[in-house]
């Protein structure tokens, strides 16, 4: 469980950090649809994001996403996860990550087995996760974690296991006090519409959850 929150601790942090690179971009708006084919997930975007894309160069893991909702200054050079997006400064945040399911060792918990559900893959992240009756996540009411952080930042981390695969999804924004409401508000708008799809290269048999999906739309993951 600790390393798991520890993960997220990082991921959020670094939003909000400037890493000790040098090179530095701008930031650009954010595509309207996110789709990972290799995931099976699209997300609609709310016009208005900003995020940094990843350099031509880059290489490393496909795991997600950051939208900034307000342009950051400037964006750093990335380390080799797609999901952490490294600034200048610190500028509110939603923060999209996705894995694939499976048990791992800990540290201090030992062998974690991989979650069955959503609740059981949230009390791993964040002992005090319920189910919100305001955010929701694939038509269900979003297991849920809300945490003071250094600098009066604020931050709710979403949570759950989805498809027949059971993959994990963690949703994460991170602001201030003072913007926590509307920003709350645009969380719930991007996480109600996030959706499963069935990737449309896909030849494995599919199970009868997969065919009710639609195929995954044109688009790419950023």
Known sequence: ?????????????????MESQTASYAPKPAPRVYVTQKFGLVMTVPAGLSFCPLPKSWSGYEEGTVLFLTPPSA???????????PIDGFVPSIA??????????????????????????AHQVCAGAFASPDLKLFDEPAFTCRSEMPGNKVRIV?????????????????????RLADDTRLLATVASSITGCQPSSGKEKRSKEKREEAACPKGNWW
């Open 75 to 85: 964006c750093m050079a990335p380390g080799g996860f797609s999901a952490v997006r």
């Open 158 to 178: 979403l949570m759950s296991v989805y498809d027949s695969a059971r993959n994990h999804l963690i949703l994460t924004l991170l602001t201030t006090p003072d």
């Open 96 to 121: 999209l990550r996705y894995q694939t399911n499976r048990s791992r060792n800990d540290a201090f918990d030992g062998n974690i087995p991989a979650p069955l559900t959503s609740e059981e893959f």
């Open 1 to 17: 469980m600790k390393a798991v929150f520890l993960m997220v601790m990082a991921l959020t942090a670094a939003a909000g950090t």
